[in-house]
């Protein structure tokens, strides 16, 4: 157990549709990335965050968008959905300090989109 | 660009052999290096990494592995493999928390253990 939880655990959608994937942090946690596995590959940096403010980004198009929240959980938004989103969708925090830098990330247990 | 590459998509084991999975990197500075294991519908769980110092790390679950410059490799090994073994590793470079850029990960290696 890492103490990141991510909801839903499914979820089906349609082309077109708009998605919304959540993610609580560990404990302490002020960051958190955003991966996306596609099925039978790695997964891909989607984006990550820092105090609520986007920290890096991916290879992925403006439709993916992020939140963190002061409590630092966090949120996935994904706008028209098509057919290649299908994927799990991990969520991993850690902690960032300004003398150390981050440390390392625990992973979620991910959220799988299908989209129909 | 940084880039990982994990040669071979499926290994089969007997259990009780030995193990390596490879691995091999392209990382512009000093790179930190990870290995994952993923269970059939669970997250991710790090068994190692290295940045610098000893060039064979330990790590959980009685695995290890090797990190040699020369060759951008940084082979997985485990002496012994037990059957709860069997799972997706993937190999992963970048920074320590996975920093502006992210960890780059391999396709990863399905380990399959035969009885």
């Known amino acids: 157990e890492t103490g990141v939880t991510q909801s839903p655990t499914h979820l089906i959608k349609t082309r077109g549709q708009q998605v919304t994937l959540r993610c609580s942090s560990q404990s302490g946690h002020n960051t958190v990335s955003w991966y996306q596995q596609a099925l039978g590959q790695g997964p891909q940096f989607i984006f990550q965050y820092y105090r609520e403010e986007e920290n890096g980004r991916g290879n992925f198009p403006p439709r993916f968008s992020g939140l963190q929240f002061p409590n630092y959980s966090s949120e996935l938004n994904v706008n028209a959905l098509e057919l290649d989103d299908s994927a799990l969708y991990l969520c991993?925090?850690?902690?960032?300090?300004?003398?150390?830098?981050?440390?390392?990330?625990?992973f979620g247990s991910g959220t799988q989109l299908s989209v129909l | 660009a940084q880039s990982v590459t994990q040669p071979d998509i499926h290994i089969t084991v007997s259990e009780g052999a030995s193990l390596e999975l490879r691995c091999n990197y392209s990382?512009?500075?000093?790179?930190?290096l990870f290995w994952y294991v993923q269970s059939p519908g669970q997250g991710l769980q790090l068994l190692l990494k290295y940045f610098s110092g000893d060039t064979l790390v330990q790590g959980i679950k009685g695995f290890e592995a090797e990190f040699k410059r020369s060759q951008s490799s940084f082979n997985l090994r485990k002496p012994s493999v037990h059957w709860s073994d069997a799972a997706e590793y993937f190999c992963a470079v970048g920074a320590e928390g996975g920093g502006a850029d992210g960890l780059t990960f391999g396709k990863g290696t399905h380990l399959i253990i035969q009885p």
């Open positions: 991993a925090s850690s902690l960032r300090l300004a003398v150390t830098g981050t440390e390392k990330l625990f």
């Open positions: 990382y512009g500075a000093t790179p930190y």
